[in-house]
């Protein structure tokens, strides 16, 4: 299992810490060093219902400077992985791939469902 964070992200922290409780083992990669591979995020993509938006973390600084919400409409599923791939901050985090599942997000009961 690996998780991609951001250190100061304070639901990064509660992700981490809830994977800790659980005595699990998981890499923590950090998304500002590397983001995740273009290969995770098509998982990702598909563990999301092919939700493109649910990969972006819409609420950021670089989602709004590169006007994502504008370009989304004729964004390429190619076009808008490669982009996550290259800018981990516009990826949602903590994003969590396991062993059949990919999480986006910390929501305590939907990873308590699936760990």
């Given at each position: 299992m690996i998780i991609y964070v951001?250190?100061?992200?304070?639901?990064?922290?509660?992700?981490?810490r809830f994977l800790k409780q659980k005595k699990l083992f998981f890499t923590c990669?950090?998304?500002?060093?590397?983001a995740p591979s273009l290969q995770e995020l098509q998982k990702m993509f598909h563990y999301q219902n092919e939700n493109l938006k649910k990969l972006f973390n819409t609420s950021g600084k670089l989602y709004r400077e590169l006007q994502i919400?504008?370009?989304?409409?004729?964004?390429?599923?190619?076009d808008a992985l490669v982009l996550l791939?290259?800018?981990g901050m516009?990826?949602?985090?903590?994003?969590?791939?396991?062993?059949?599942?990919g999480l986006v997000g910390f929501k305590e009961e939907e990873w308590n469902y699936y760990l």
């Open positions: 951001y250190s100061k992200c304070s639901t990064c922290q509660q992700a981490i990669k950090e998304i500002l060093e590397q919400a504008e370009k989304m409409p004729s964004l390429t599923k190619e791939s290259k800018h516009l990826v949602k985090r903590p994003f969590f791939l396991g062993e059949g599942f």
